[in-house]
Antibody, heavy 113, light 112 residues
Framework: QVQLQESGPGLVKPSETLSLTCSVS?????????WGWIRQPPGMGLEWIGS???????FYNPSLMSRVTISVDTSKNQFSLRLTSMTAADTAVYYC??????WGPGSLVTVSS | DIVMTQTPLSLSVTPGQPASISCKSS???????????LYWLLQKPGQPPQLLIY???TRFSGVPDRFSGSGSGTDFTLKISRVEAEDVGVYYC?????????FGPGTKVDIK
């Protein structure tokens, strides 16, 4: 059974860059599926950030495209999210997922000085 | 972007009674490959979303058969035949036909 786990800082300062990693176990990323990131501001709904196939180009939400990078490291069976120029509006729980059937528990990221 | 709307936004249900949630998309979700990529997810309190239904009507592994999905084009419905206490949470519809993937606002279901 596939399991995903997000890791990264819980607190980021405004204008800084967020880097999150999703570690996957129980399934090889290079076996298939798209791998994605989704976020959820406190008390609000879900926003798709983007996704990537292990051997293909990523797809990004146009609303974040200028700031986001998703990459895959098949040797570590991990994929990562990088989001630049963070603001308070980026405060959210960030989920990684084997799109769309298996989700990690989520990682709360707060943007504050 | 495809806009997903859901009705109602909240629902209070007596255990054992049925429940129904409507989801509408601003554009047809029929993909050029002939499939319709409409999903239903449930987010239980304090948990990540979990997949219930994919491609309109197929239950994901382990999902009880009291959950069913139907619809086509732009109109979709999730039905729970007999609500149980463990079904509380927020139900989201989501489309994966077009980029960017988009979610409905969610329907909060609680037990009377």
């Amino acid at each position: 059974q596939v399991q995903l786990q997000e890791s990264g800082p819980g607190l980021v300062k405004p204008s800084e860059t967020l880097s999150l990693t999703c570690s996957v176990s129980g399934y090889s990323i290079s076996s298939g599926y798209r791998w994605g990131w989704i976020r959820q501001p406190p008390g609000m709904g879900l926003e798709w950030i983007g996704s990537i196939f292990y051997s293909g180009s990523p797809f990004y939400n146009p609303s974040l495209m200028s700031r986001v990078t998703i990459s895959v490291d098949t040797s570590k069976n991990q994929f990562s999210l990088r989001l630049t120029s963070m603001t308070a509006a980026d405060t959210a729980v960030y989920y990684c997922a084997r799109w769309p059937d298996s989700w990690g528990p989520g990682s709360l990221v707060t943007v504050s000085s | 972007d495809i806009v997903m709307t859901q009705t109602p936004l909240s629902l209070s249900v007596t255990p054992g009674q049925p429940a129904s949630i409507s989801c509408k998309s601003s554009q047809s979700l029929l993909h050029s490959d002939g499939k319709t990529y409409l999903y239903w997810l449930l987010q239980k309190p304090g948990q990540p979303p979990q997949l219930l239904i994919y491609e309109v009507s197929t239950r994901f592994s382990g999902v009880p058969d009291r959950f069913s999905g139907s619809g086509s084009g732009t109109d979709f419905t999730l039905k729970i035949s007999r609500v149980e206490a463990e079904d509380v949470g927020v139900y989201y519809c989501m489309q994966s036909t077009q980029l960017p993937r988009t979610f409905g606002p969610g329907t909060k279901v609680d037990i009377k």
